[in-house]
Every structure is written in C-alpha cells, then in structure tokens.
C-alpha cells in the first residue's frame, strides 16, 4: 500500500517562500512520476507541478513558472516544491500525488492513483 505524506504548508506574506515536502512509502518510489497539485475553496483540483521519475523532465503550470521548483531525492523516497514569489492567489490545499500507469508526466488529477492527504498553504496579502 502506498502512502504520502505531505508537510510544509503554512500561513506566509505574499513574496514569501515555502518549501512543501512529500515522503512516500510502500512502494519503489523511484519508478514513477510525480505531482503537486492544488485546490482552493470552491475549485476544482489543479496541476501545479510534475516531475518524471529521474526529475529530468518537468512540467509547470502557467500561473507557477518562474516561480515554483519542483525536485525529487529518491534515495530519500521524497519529492519537494520549492514556492517563491507567492501570492494570495496561491491559497489553496496542496496535494502530492504518485502516478504508477506510466512512465510519462501526467498534468490531469484522474491521471494520478495515490494521493496524499493534503496540507494548507494560506499566503496573505
């Protein structure tokens, strides 16, 4: 059984950063892709970040590039999103999510099979 744990979330000023971290278990971490996603208040859930299995490819929304960095250390089972330049459009719940049906980067929630159970990310203004 896989599980995620995200951590790292918190209230921040906008301009501020946060690193939010996801460590994984049950499973050979290092096989797959990996994403961030998000969902603020009556939204739907969003891609924010992905990352192939060796973190040579990346992938970034529009409203987060330049600005969020998305890494992995699989000897550590962990995937990270480095959040700089946040803005209050930024609140919202963020989730990692662990894709197992392929190899490639998905940027669709339905594309994702494990999820962790979230953590807040509030940036006032």
């Known amino acids: 059984q896989v599980q995620l744990v995200e951590s790292g979330g918190g209230l921040v000023q906008a301009g501020g950063s946060l690193r939010l971290s996801c460590a994984a278990s049950?499973?050979?971490?290092?096989?797959?892709?990996m994403g961030w996603f998000r969902q603020a208040p009556g939204k739907e859930r969003e891609i924010v970040a992905a990352?192939?299995?060796?973190?040579?490819?990346?992938y970034y929304a529009p409203s987060v590039k330049g600005r969020f960095t998305i890494s992995r250390d699989n000897a550590k089972n962990t995937v990270y999103l480095q959040m700089n330049s946040l803005k209050p459009e930024d609140t919202a719940v963020y989730y990692c999510?662990?894709?197992?049906?392929?190899?490639?980067?998905?940027?669709?929630?339905?594309?994702?099979?494990?999820w962790g159970q979230g953590t807040q990310v509030t940036v006032s203004s």
């Open positions: 990352i192939s299995w060796s973190g040579g490819s990346t």
């Open positions: 999510a662990l894709r197992i049906s392929r190899l490639r980067i998905g940027t669709a929630a339905d594309e994702y099979e494990y």
């Open positions: 049950g499973r050979t971490f290092g096989d797959y892709p």
